[in-house]
């Protein structure tokens, strides 16, 4: 078809192009002196095309606690393109599946969340991961999972070597649309290693009927710059269960509050804070707290709840046993427990913020 | 290393073989994006873009094997087709960007298949040849150009204006 010169740059057709190819090859070559993007262009194709990279590394700011509030959202197409990928061979044992579960529990937690069910051998792959959920526990409204990301070829190992950073979508599946109005869902970094790497989340809902959440786990992109962070490729998905599994033991105060203590978990019926007097009042003013790091860590330390058991034995929490929540459900108060289990059925009474609970 | 180099490469060992294509071509790839796209577009934006015409043209020499014949040649018509198809998509987006933005100024007189055109091209011998390439093929500015090869933009004009009497003239000859 015949065009006009100033058509010509439009020209797409691979048969014309070869005409003048050598020429292009000269343009090419006049162009390359002094060009400083090679390296970043050479590092982002490569990444797409699914191949390691050996020479260049994307700048990572910093390694970051990962802590997000989840965003009901739509799980994009997965977009890791497979390369020639070369499948690892020194895939997690199940023993090294146990380590991560005894890192955050110790050995004698981790026996006990075998005894009690709530280890899971649920586990998804995707075309570069795989990830495994190490335990999953939950009283209906509120459910707790260690998931464990490990890479299966070359391709997922230079993701998790280049970018340390990953986001979490949380989508409640089979369950109403209107539900999904209300429920959050906590992300904490926990412990990585060469095999990869676990999270513990924690979801809370308004319902307590029996459902399943679809995790995604996305490659998270933390510029150096200001400009804000960028979800990238999607590494995976997994489904967990929210069925309750965790019976809770309920104990009243003198008012006739619930607090709730299961294994994982301590629900009040109302709001109150673990936070002292003079903290409280300075975030209602709006106020500005600074600890040193010596304050901060003996204000963690302080007991904000004892537990006495049957046998007579008291446990003592402190604020960084308790990881507060709040949102899924209004005027109720929630406390998980921080790398400790505890047996509901021995308690015989709870002291929290000076109130007796029995 | 040449495109013959690369071809072979490429065939033998992919992965490499697509590092030396963005070692060689990354810069010849860019300034192609930045010329269609630098009004429209982010810096960002030109990046994915380079780094997504590389990407189709690995998956493209893939497919042709052995039968590819150059790199530089498929390059520039697949950086084409992607920025064409990225100001297609912005022009969808925002009315105030009218598709004919995207069009060269109007050479009208000069009339022929595209091959032809290149034919022609080619005849003019260099300089002019490249600056031919470069302005009505690759679009660039007589700016751009007179920059790469270290001449004012008013000579590099001069030249384009006498190259066009030239196509003109080996035109009309032609359909005598």
């Known amino acids: ?358 | 290393m040449s495109d013959k180099e690369l071809i072979a490469l490429l065939a033998r060992s992919p992965e490499e073989g697509l590092r030396q294509v963005i070692k060689r071509y990354s810069a010849y790839v860019y300034k192609i994006a930045l010329s269609k796209l630098s009004s429209h577009c982010p810096k960002e934006d030109i990046e994915e873009a380079v780094s997504d015409i590389f990407l189709k043209f690995f998956y493209f020499a893939k497919g042709e094997g052995s039968s590819l014949r150059s790199v530089a040649a498929p390059l520039c018509v697949i950086a084409k087709r992607v920025c064409a198809d990225i100001l297609r998509a912005r022009a969808r987006r925002q009315e105030t960007l009218a598709l004919d933005e995207i069009d060269e100024p109007a050479v009208n007189d000069i009339y022929a298949e595209p091959s032809e055109l290149l034919e022609f091209i080619k005849r003019l011998g260099e300089p002019d040849t490249t600056i031919m390439i470069r302005r009505y093929y690759l679009g660039f500015s007589a700016k751009e150009i007179g920059s790469s090869l270290n001449m004012k933009p008013n000579t590099v004009n001069k030249r384009i204006s006498r190259a066009l009497d030239k196509l003109r003239e080996w035109l009309k000859e032609g359909e005598k």
Do not use: C
């Open chain 1, 1 to 358: 078809m015949k065009i006009t010169l100033d058509k010509l740059s439009q020209s797409a057709e691979m048969d014309s192009a070869q005409l003048i190819s050598s020429e292009l090859e000269k343009i090419a070559d006049s162009e390359s002196e002094g060009f400083e993007l090679t390296d970043k262009l050479l590092s982002k194709t490569l990444r797409k095309a699914g191949f390691a990279m050996n020479e260049t590394k994307r700048p990572i700011k910093s390694r970051k606690r990962v802590a997000f509030i989840a965003a009901i959202a739509a799980a994009a197409a997965l977009s890791v393109t497979a390369g020639a990928v070369i499948a690892r061979n020194n895939m997690m044992t199940k023993e090294e599946h146990q380590e991560k579960i005894v890192e955050r529990y110790g050995e004698e937690g981790a026996s006990k969340l075998d005894e009690k069910g709530f280890t899971s051998d649920n586990a998804a792959f995707s075309d570069h991961f795989k990830i495994t959920e190490e335990v999953n526990a939950s009283n209906g409204y509120n459910t707790l999972s260690l998931i464990t990301l490990e890479p299966i070829d070359e391709v997922g190992e230079q993701f998790l070597e280049n970018n340390p950073n990953v986001d979490f979508d949380a989508e409640l599946i089979n369950g109403a649309p209107k539900e999904l109005e209300s429920w959050g869902m906590g992300v904490s970094w926990l412990r990585e290693d060469e095999k990869g790497r676990s999270y513990y989340l924690d979801f809370n809902r308004n319902t307590n009927d029996d459902k399943q959440i679809k995790i995604s786990l996305f490659e998270l992109d933390v510029p150096q710059d200001e400009r804000p962070a960028e979800r990238g490729e999607l590494y995976g998905e997994i489904v967990i269960d929210a069925k309750p599994n965790s019976k809770g033991y309920d104990l009243k105060n003198a008012n006739g509050d619930t607090l709730s203590v299961y294994d994982f978990i301590i629900t009040l019926d109302k709001e109150i804070s673990l936070d002292s007097p003079e903290v409280d009042e300075a975030i209602r003013n709006g106020e500005d707290i600074t600890f040193t790091d010596e304050e901060q860590k003996a204000y963690n330390s302080e007991v904000v709840m004892t537990l006495t058991m049957k046998d007579g034995s008291v446990k003592e929490l402190t604020r960084d046993m308790l990881a507060g929540r709040g949102g899924s459900r209004e005027g109720l108060s929630y406390y998980y427990l921080n790398n400790i289990l505890i047996d509901p059925e021995k308690i015989v009474s709870a002291e929290l913020m000076g109130d007796i609970y029995k």
